[in-house]
């Protein structure tokens, strides 16, 4: 167990366990884009040591580009999508795979692809971590997925309560 500020958490998904499956993703991406040069956009700041991982374990030529989202106060979705950090990359007639810590509503996730598909891209795919098909108010498509979760809040591998725990090398749960 762990506490993070008012809240415990208990084991969920394994470091080891986390790699594996990471690795596995990374197979699937190498395997679908032998031909390309894809753009990986990052989603900051939950996504960052999901998305190291990934690319550390593809050997594709790649860009890497930043976006910061927000859309979650302390341990749920507002519902509103703020861009905070916007993206800089030029996508027209690229390949991208956006890269996620977690879907859960949806949400996020299909307004920041319809601001991708504006941009005129070859094709947007989705990479994420951990995703919660019970929570899902809007559909994504999601090519990469890690782990199906049941719809309980999480932490550690990059996910947050109120900014704290991101460092933690696997995923616990609220116990």
């Given at each position: 167990?762990?506490?993070?500020?008012?809240?415990?958490?208990?084991?969920?998904?394994s470091?080891?366990?986390?790699?594996?499956?990471?690795?596995e993703?990374?197979?699937?991406?190498?395997?679908d884009?032998?031909?390309?040069?894809?753009?990986?956009?990052?989603?900051?700041?939950?996504?960052?040591?999901?998305a190291?991982?990934l690319?550390?374990?593809?050997?594709?030529?790649?860009?890497?580009?930043?976006?910061r989202?927000s859309?979650?106060?302390?341990?749920?979705?507002t519902?509103?999508v703020?861009?905070?950090?916007?993206?800089?990359?030029?996508?027209a007639?690229?390949?991208?795979?956006?890269?996620?810590?977690?879907?859960?509503?949806?949400?996020?996730?299909?307004?920041?692809?319809?601001?991708?598909?504006?941009?005129?891209?070859?094709?947007?795919?989705?990479?994420?971590l951990?995703?919660k098909?019970?929570?899902?108010?809007?559909?994504?498509?999601?090519r990469y997925?890690?782990?199906?979760?049941e719809?309980k809040?999480v932490?550690?591998y990059?996910?947050d309560?109120?900014?704290i725990?991101?460092n933690?090398?696997?995923?616990?749960v609220?116990?």
């Amino acid at each position: 167990m762990i506490n993070i500020l008012d809240k415990t958490f208990v084991p969920f998904i394994s470091r080891e366990t986390i790699e594996k499956r990471i690795a596995e993703l990374a197979a699937g991406i190498n395997a679908d884009y032998a031909e390309s040069c894809p753009v990986f956009i990052i989603v900051l700041n939950g996504a960052f040591l999901f998305a190291s991982e990934l690319v550390k374990n593809v050997s594709l030529a790649c860009e890497i580009n930043f976006i910061r989202l927000s859309s979650y106060s302390q341990t749920t979705s507002t519902g509103s999508v703020r861009e905070i950090i916007g993206m800089d990359a030029n996508i027209a007639g690229r390949d991208v795979v956006i890269i996620e810590d977690i879907v859960d509503t949806g949400l996020t996730m299909s307004q920041l692809i319809a601001k991708v598909k504006s941009m005129s891209p070859k094709s947007v795919e989705i990479a994420t971590l951990l995703h919660k098909p019970e929570a899902l108010k809007t559909p994504v498509d999601m090519r990469y997925v890690g782990f199906e979760i049941e719809n309980k809040f999480v932490v550690g591998y990059g996910l947050d309560y109120d900014g704290i725990g991101r460092n933690l090398d696997a995923i616990y749960v609220l116990a």
